[in-house]
């Protein structure tokens, strides 16, 4: 079995994995140097959302040094509960449990 993955930033170890976790973000903050730092969780939105309703879906990995890796699967910002943005969830979900697989 593969003991690592590759991200467009590097290669890692799932030995190193410490959390994995599917996240949206508000879409005006995804430019910023930090990833996945302005985040929502996956299920149900706080209210005031729907002043800005644009996310970007990710996946957030935590390696145990603290590192964050961010995958974006949302290549644009999707508008929540779209179709776009559930094929979006559905394929981060889909990385999750591959990642999760993997680590145990």
Known sequence: MNKQFTIPSDTYSYSDVVRVSVLNEKAKYKEKSVPI????PSG???SGILQNPYLFVGVKVVLKDETVLAIYVS???VLFNSDMYLSDLKEAKLILSKIKERIG
Not at 37 to 40: F, N, R, S
């Open 37 to 40: 730092t302005a985040i929502l």
């Open 44 to 46: 149900p939105l706080p």
């Open 75 to 77: 290549k644009e910002k």
